[in-house]
Structure formats: structure tokens, C-alpha cells
């Protein structure tokens, strides 16, 4: 493995944003850890995909919901670190593992909360306690680092049915700024990227013609966004030359319901 090239974690890696983050980052140099919770064969063709572009990658799995899994996955990853990345840190982490739910306040039930809660806010704070501040051994990601949490931009404008789920991601805009505070002696940034609607299997629309319209006119830029569009963004803002940039909600929408 090639020890000077910077390395990234991106959870939820194996399909859409997460995927394309993974080579989007690996397009711009970096080596790259990607997780996976019940698609391995869709992880190893990620891995593929980034050593075909030059870069050393591996995939553990992890199901951030479960807390236990979770200090599972940082013992896991710790060891690979050692042996096969000669004892590199993290100096990227994309907190992106997630999905959505459909439900309103007259029909989300308590496990419907309990269940988004588990994997948008307990899950990305134990894993990121467990990166960053870890109890036990240094930590995982070098100081200097990025921190890149996904939000949505579900917590600006409004679609019903979305509502629980929303409130779980502006948790993560708010802990964000808390991290950014407390993470920030150690040069090491945090921020939220708010995508608005984007085709991948999350939002349910893959290949849909009918809803790809609704949402392009709904868009300044005049089209509905795949993964590829929001995987810039975050690899800009891991980047040197966003390296004054920290605490930020940056929504990547086209433009969505100005
Ligand atoms: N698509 C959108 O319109 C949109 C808009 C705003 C924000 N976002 C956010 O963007 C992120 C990525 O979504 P996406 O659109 O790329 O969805 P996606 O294509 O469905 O991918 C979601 C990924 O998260 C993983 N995952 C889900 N629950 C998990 C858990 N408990 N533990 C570990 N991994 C878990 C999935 O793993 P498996 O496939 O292996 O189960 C999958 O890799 C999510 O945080 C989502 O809330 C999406």
C-alpha cells in the first residue's frame, strides 16, 4: 500500500452516493475504506472500481444501527489499519450510511423512530466517538482530518412524509457544529452536505422518467441529480482548498424549491 496517500472511510459505500463518493475520492488520489451492511458483492465491485484507478481499497462490513456492531467495526478497522495499510490514520470520514422512510406524523410509529434513530444519529455519533475520540488507543483519523456528514435538504424545504426522517438529519447538522467546536484544536473539520432529491435506490425513483421531470422542474439548474453530483461536493470539501471551511450545513441541490 502506498503510505503517503491520503485515506478515506466512507460508510454505506457499496450503492449510490456512497459508491460514488468512494471513486470520486479514489479518482482524486485517495486510498479508501468502504463499509457495507447487507450487500458484499456490491462492495467488492466498489473495491474494483478503486483499484482500477490505481488506488489500494478494502470493504468491512457494518450495520451502524446496531451498537455493538459498531464497536465490532472499530476494532476491525483498527486492525486493517495496522496491517494492511502500514499503520496509516483516517484523514477523511463520510458519515453517509442511511435510509429514508415514508411516513407522516399521523403514521410514523415508535419503532419507525426508534429505527431512523438508531442508524442517522446514535449510529453516525458512535462511529464517529469510536474514529475520532475512541476510549481506548489513539485515534483512527490523523488530526488535520475531514469529517464529512450527509444531511438533507429535507431540512430546509418541506415534503410530506418526510418529516421523522428530516429531524434525524437536522440532529446531524447540529452535532456537526458541536464536533467542528470540539474536533477543532486538532485541525480537524466537520461539516454537513444537504443533498436535495438524488436517484438511487434510497429515494425509490431509479429509472423513473415520470419523477426525474417533477423533480428537474422543480430545480434551477433544470434536472434531478444523480450520486455522481453530490460525490463532487464532498470530495471538493475534503480538499486543501476547502481547508478553511468547518461547522457548515452545504446544501448540493441544483437549486431545489428556491
Ligand atoms: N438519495 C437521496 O435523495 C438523498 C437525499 C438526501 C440525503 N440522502 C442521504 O444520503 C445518504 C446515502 O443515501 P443514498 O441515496 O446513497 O442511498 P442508498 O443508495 O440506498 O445507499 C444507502 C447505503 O447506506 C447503507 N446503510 C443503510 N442503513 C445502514 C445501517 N444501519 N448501517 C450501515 N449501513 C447502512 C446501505 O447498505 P446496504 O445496501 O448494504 O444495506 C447502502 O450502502 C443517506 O444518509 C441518505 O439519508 C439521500
Redesign the pocket.
Do not use: C, M, W
Given at each position: 500500500m502506498n503510505d503517503i496517500s491520503p485515506l478515506a472511510l466512507i460508510?454505506?459505500?457499496?450503492?449510490?452516493?456512497?459508491?460514488?463518493t468512494a471513486i470520486e475520492l479514489a479518482r482524486q488520489g485517495h486510498d479508501v475504506i468502504v463499509?457495507?451492511?447487507?450487500?458484499p458483492d456490491?462492495?467488492a465491485e466498489t473495491v474494483s472500481a478503486i483499484e482500477s484507478l490505481g488506488r489500494a481499497a478494502a470493504a468491512l462490513p457494518?450495520?451502524?444501527?446496531?451498537v455493538a456492531d459498531i464497536a465490532r467495526f472499530a476494532d476491525d478497522l483498527r486492525t486493517m489499519l495496522e496491517q494492511s495499510f502500514g499503520g496509516a490514520h483516517l484523514d477523511v470520514l463520510v458519515?453517509?450510511?442511511?435510509?429514508?422512510a415514508d411516513t407522516t406524523l399521523a403514521t410514523t410509529t415508535a419503532e419507525v423512530l426508534d429505527d431512523l434513530y438508531?442508524?442517522?444519529v446514535r449510529?453516525v455519533y458512535l462511529l464517529t466517538q469510536a474514529i475520532a475520540t475512541p476510549s481506548e488507543g489513539v485515534p483512527l483519523i490523523a488530526d488535520g482530518g475531514s469529517i464529512v456528514n450527509?444531511?438533507?435538504?429535507?431540512t430546509r424545504f418541506v415534503h410530506v412524509g418526510r418529516d421523522a426522517?428530516a429531524a434525524m438529519?437536522g440532529a446531524v447538522g447540529v452535532l456537526t457544529a458541536y464536533w467542528a467546536q470540539e474536533l477543532g484544536p486538532r485541525g480537524i473539520r466537520v461539516n454537513t452536505i444537504?443533498?436535495?432529491?438524488?436517484?438511487?435506490?434510497?429515494?425509490g425513483w431509479v429509472g423513473n422518467e415520470q419523477v426525474r421531470q417533477v423533480f428537474a422542474d422543480g430545480t434551477a439548474l433544470g434536472r434531478s441529480?444523480a450520486?455522481e453530483d453530490?460525490a463532487g461536493v464532498i470530495a471538493s470539501l475534503v480538499q486543501p482548498g476547502a481547508a478553511w471551511v468547518t461547522a457548515q450545513r452545504i446544501e448540493a441541490s441544483g437549486g431545489y424549491r428556491l
Open positions: 460508510t454505506g459505500a457499496n450503492r449510490g452516493i456512497g459508491r460514488a463499509t457495507y451492511r447487507s450487500h456490491e462492495a457494518l450495520d451502524s444501527a446496531q458519515n453517509n450510511a442511511g435510509f429514508g438508531a442508524t442517522h449510529g450527509l444531511g438533507t435538504g429535507l426522517y438529519k444537504a443533498p436535495g432529491p438524488v436517484e438511487t435506490h434510497f429515494s441529480a450520486a453530490i
